[in-house]
């Protein structure tokens, strides 16, 4: 088993800057892939970005291409998503999730363990 935990959300006026992180414990070594998902008051949750294991190779969604940047530190088990000019459509509860096998970055289905999320609110 694999346990997430987000922290770093938080009020932040547009065009501001947050930066979140996900704390992994447990059996971190089968993680090949990590995310980011979010999720929206009356929306479904949409992918934001993800990245390997060995962090060569990331991707985003295109509404964050150029604001938003995803790492992550394996000897902290940590991920992080560094957003800058937030916007207020960027308001939403952010998840981490990761999965041995994800095939496709973006689908949410692919990922085995999440996190509890953490709020992320941009006022305009």
């Known amino acids: 088993q694999v346990q997430l935990v987000e922290s770093g959300g938080g009020l932040v006026q547009a065009g501001g800057s947050l930066r979140l992180s996900c704390a992994s414990s447990?059996?971190?070594?089968?993680?090949?892939?990590m995310g980011w998902f979010r999720q929206a008051p009356g929306k479904e949750r949409e992918f934001v970005a993800a990245?390997?294991?060995?962090?060569?190779?990331?991707y985003y969604t295109d509404s964050v291409k150029g604001r938003f940047t995803i790492s992550r530190d394996n000897a902290k088990n940590t991920m992080y998503l560094q957003m800058n000019s937030l916007k207020f459509e960027d308001t939403a509860v952010y998840y981490c999730?990761?999965?041995?096998?994800?095939?496709?970055?973006?689908?949410?289905?692919?990922?085995?363990?999440w996190g509890q999320g953490t709020q992320v609110t941009v006022s305009s």
């Open positions: 447990g059996r971190t070594f089968s993680i090949y892939r």
């Open positions: 990245i390997n294991w060995d962090s060569a190779y990331t």
């Open positions: 999730a990761a999965g041995a096998h994800v095939p496709v970055p973006s689908a949410s289905s692919h990922y085995g363990y």
